[in-house]
């Protein structure tokens, strides 16, 4: 989740984004905060007091989720992991980081990184509600109104990710922990993940107790909490386990070796009129001589329109050597597994000294992963 949405900026190289469901959240808690929480606090207030500090607060507390992802995404970068995208949506903020962290120190500070911003956050906007809080009126006291509410929230936000489920922060720093104790991530990752279903269940049971003794929204909230959570703690999980399955198994296992190189000049039509057609062939290396320089595949056959066919070559239609993703034969199978699902690729080129000799698309993969976990059929 998190992956689509309006992008709005970009912070240190990484772009930013909103959900769709973000607008819903941001209407609610706009809403709850102008119509029914300020007025409460301060009946003295007149309406556009009321709406422009419902307003600014619903602003500012997006403000604070986008300054704890961005401190998780800044430690990270400092480490040397790519982030690609951070997404606010309903419940908060998702940071894109591409693969796994290199040691558990990394991710310790990585995932401590956000919930300890909230906390800080949330002490500095307290400190400011102290300061201001007698102020009878004016400025100061709206100042004071909005601190107290964001403090109030910031600290929630960093105690509750602090939680120990994964793959909440506070479940990866529980995992980093459990991986520098045992120098095993996957198992850490089982364990912390289970935890993790464990702790989604309490959120969905508490839920339905209050749904059911009145106090409905809260309810209801904390349901939709614990099923994320578990959804969310499902998916690692299931991560774990394909990787489990393929540990052992080499790319050379799944991938299809048919491939027939072609040259540079020829055309798409006859690629596809000689190959592709006639005997079923996806994947073409182009080859200069001796030297790949990219590779034409099916879907970028599929990419030419019909009437051009003709005109465009190989070379013109080719992924170039240089933004292919590339493994060989030897490399664990688990490593296809993390580039596709890391960067929305659907097929990796297998090369062996500078020779390209097969090629694993995504549905190979899937029927190799099939095979191993139905062995029966
Ligand atoms: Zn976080």
């Known amino acids: 989740m998190g992956g689509k949405g309006i992008v709005f900026g970009k912070i240190w190289g990484i772009t930013l984004k909103l959900n769709p469901s973000w607008f819903i959240i941001f209407v609610l808690i706009t809403w709850a905060l102008a119509g029914s929480y300020f007025p409460g606090q301060y009946p003295a207030w007149n309406f556009t007091a009321k709406l422009s500090a419902g307003v600014i ?54 995932a401590i990184a956000g919930p300890l911003t909230s906390l800080v956050l949330g002490g500095i906007l307290m400190a400011v509600w102290a300061v201001l809080r007698h102020d009878a009126g004016g400025p100061g006291q709206f100042i004071a109104a909005v601190s107290y509410w964001l403090g109030l929230i910031n600290l929630s936000l960093g105690a509750f990710n602090l939680i120990p489920g994964f793959p909440l922060d506070g479940g990866r720093v529980f995992r980093s922990i459990l991986w520098g104790k045992s120098g095993d991530l996957r198992e850490a990752t089982r364990t912390a993940s289970q935890v ?57 296992e799944a991938m299809q070796g048919d491939c027939v190189s072609v040259t540079p000049e020829v055309s798409a039509e006859y690629i596809i009129n000689e190959y592709a057609l006639t005997k079923g062939q996806q994947c073409f290396p182009v080859m200069d001589g001796e030297n790949l320089e990219g590779i034409v595949s099916f879907d970028s056959l599929r990419g030419v329109a019909k009437e051009a066919r003709r005109d465009k070559t190989a070379a013109q239609i080719m992924m170039p050597l ?56």
């Open 196 to 252: 993790g279903k464990v702790i989604a269940y309490i959120f969905i049971f508490i839920g339905i107790f209050l749904f059911f003794s009145g106090n409905w929204l809260n309810g209801a909230w904390m349901v939709l909490i614990g099923w994320f959570l578990d959804n969310a703690a499902s998916g690692s999980y299931r991560q774990v386990q394909l990787n489990d399955l393929l540990k052992g198994h080499k790319v050379s």
């Open 57 to 110: 607060t619903s602003l500012l507390f997006f403000t604070s989720v986008l300054v704890h992802e961005l401190m998780h995404s800044y430690v990270a970068q400092h480490e040397g992991t790519e982030v690609k995208s951070i997404t606010l949506f309903i419940f908060g903020g998702v940071s894109e980081i591409s693969g796994e962290p290199k040691n558990a120190g990394d991710e310790f500070s990585m």
């Open 322 to 377: 240089e933004q292919m993703k590339t493994v060989e034969p030897n490399d664990e199978l688990g490593k296809v597994l993390s580039i596709m699902t890391e960067g929305d690729v659907s097929q990796v080129s297998v090369v062996q000294n500078g020779k390209m000799v097969g090629l694993v698309s995504r549905e190979r993969l899937l029927s190799f992963i099939d095979l191993l976990a139905n062995p029966g059929r």
